[in-house]
């Protein structure tokens, strides 16, 4: 009875503190979106860095060609071909490969990573079929997809300004990264230009783009989380070059980075925070992201087991290991709906080590992952409100004209594959936006979108265009 008292007791606090009321959310948009503004005008405190992306041009259907594309950007990378028949044919082929990256490389030399990188993708070059062509004379093109926040300096060049998302490599930082990798495709006998340096959000929006008119936004829910969405060139204050012809430009917020009073941050957050590769840094996305929704729940087991007994007596040793309790696995214990709870059952025999878990610590285990799970998903749908709301598409025209269709791409293997997670998104997105706004709304699923949009944004920043 004492031990259920002490359960209930952290299981409270922990509802407490992770709350996300539907006032709260309103709020942290609010804060996000004059986040943005300061970013926007280049204030120097500002959060969001608001990366201008070189992009103020979308696809527009009518690319041709053949086409590389490479993505860089948490625990896979992944290469793509693809031969594009304009307006007609659209995407005649394509083909991709998936890498994981070797977990040494993400901690190793900046060489080391671009060397794996590029040999890869000079063995996938190398398995180019006959439906794929190139024009005789040509150099191939590749657009490079790379997710970790660069300071951009051409559409094809640019500077890295820090690694996240569990990488932490000497020598990279202030380097430009397509310099690095085609000095290794060099390396590697590979002749192939990069005409694109694109972060995935921006991928993510162009891809999303080529199957959709109507996108204006790209979110990544992944490893990581991160939204880039068109804004008007004139609302940039500090953007100092011509305005583009089109008016507009891809702005990467790198919103991971988000920090705000208004953000619930548990005792758990702020251990998790303290402990990390990065502790300060990545608020939002600490939050939010698959690399953490896991460690948040194991690090609230423990204390359950610490304080309340969860487990029996002793403290199981395999809890205590930062990181043991991955998000896929949390989603999978999550997702258990038999009588039971059988496959949560073997998760925690599996992953906690302790065998024979009664009914009642199933359920509580079910209970975290929900409570955790849906903090992470609402605060990325309040992210998203908030991009509408800077766009002006969150709500009605005042002026009586019908409110226009508008979509969101989304990409990442966490609204992919987690669908509680996406469907509380979703849900939380139409209560914020009412009934009849949410109606003109399509949070669409954008598969390895951001490939193929590196792939777009090399052809239409071809050599030879
Ligand atoms: P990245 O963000 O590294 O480029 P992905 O978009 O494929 O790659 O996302 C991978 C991340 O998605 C994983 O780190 C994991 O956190 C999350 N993820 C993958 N599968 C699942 C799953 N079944 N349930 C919940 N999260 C998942
Ligand atoms: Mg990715």
Redo the contacts with the bound molecule.
């Keep these: 009875a004492e031990r259920k008292k002490k359960v209930a007791a952290v299981i409270e606090e922990v509802e407490r503190t992770l709350a996300t009321p539907t006032a709260l959310l309103r709020g942290i948009s609010d804060a996000l979106v004059l986040e943005m503004e300061r970013g926007l005008r280049g204030d120097i405190h500002s959060q969001l860095k608001m990366l201008i992306s070189y992009v103020d041009n979308l696809p527009t259907g009518d690319e041709h060609g053949l086409f590389y594309a490479l993505?860089l950007?948490?625990t896979n990378f992944r290469v793509l071909r693809v031969q594009l028949g304009g307006r007609e044919k659209r995407v005649v082929k394509q083909q991709y490969e998936e890498v994981s990256i070797p977990p040494h490389l993400m901690i190793g030399t900046s060489l080391e990573l671009f060397d794996f990188i590029a040999a890869v993708l000079a063995k996938f070059v190398d398995t180019e079929g006959d439906e794929y062509h190139l024009p005789v004379g040509r150099q191939r093109e590749l657009g490079f997809t790379f997710?970790f926040p660069v300071n951009q300096l051409s559409i094809s060049s640019g500077t890295l300004i820090k690694w996240t998302k569990g990488f932490s490599i000497n020598g990279t930082v202030g380097e430009d990264v397509v310099a690095e990798l085609s000095k290794a495709m060099e390396r590697q006998g590979l002749d192939m230009k990069v005409t694109a340096l694109v972060n995935?959000t921006v991928g993510t929006l162009a891809g999303g783009r080529y199957m959709d008119n109507d996108v204006v936004a790209a979110v990544?829910l992944?490893?990581g989380t991160n939204a880039a969405y068109v804004e008007h060139a004139n609302a940039i204050p500090k953007w100092t070059g011509l305005l583009p012809k089109s008016g507009n430009m891809v702005i990467n917020t790198e919103w991971g980075s988000f920090k705000s009073d208004k953000l619930p941050l548990s005792e758990y957050d702020k251990a998790l925070d303290f402990e990390s590769l990065n502790p300060g840094e990545q608020i939002y996305e600490k939050l939010i992201s698959g690399m953490y929704l896991g460690e948040i729940v194991r690090r609230i087991l423990l204390k359950l087991a610490h304080d309340a007994a969860l487990f029996g007596d002793v403290v199981p040793a395999k809890l205590e290991l930062p990181f043991v309790l991955r998000t896929p696995d949390m989603s999978a214990m999550h997702h258990d709906a038999s009588h039971d709870l059988k496959i949560l059952g073997s998760k925690l025999k599996d992953i906690v080590g302790v065998a024979d878990t009664s009914l009642e610590v199933r359920y509580i285990t079910r209970h975290i992952c929900d409570i955790v799970a849906e903090r992470g998903a609402r605060l990325a749908a309040a992210g998203i409100y908030g991009i509408l709301k800077k766009l002006g598409r969150d709500k009605v025209p005042a002026d009586g004209s019908p409110m226009p269709r508008t979509v969101v791409a989304l990409d990442?293997g966490l609204y992919e594959h987690y669908k509680k997670f996406s469907s509380c998104l979703e849900a939380t997105l139409s209560d914020l936006l009412g009934e009849e706004a949410s109606s003109s709304l399509v949070a669409k699923l954008a598969n390895d979108g951001?490939g193929i949009g590196a792939a777009l944004l090399a052809a239409s920043h071809s050599q030879y265009a």
């Design positions: 993505d950007g948490g997710s995935d990544i992944g490893t990442g951001s």
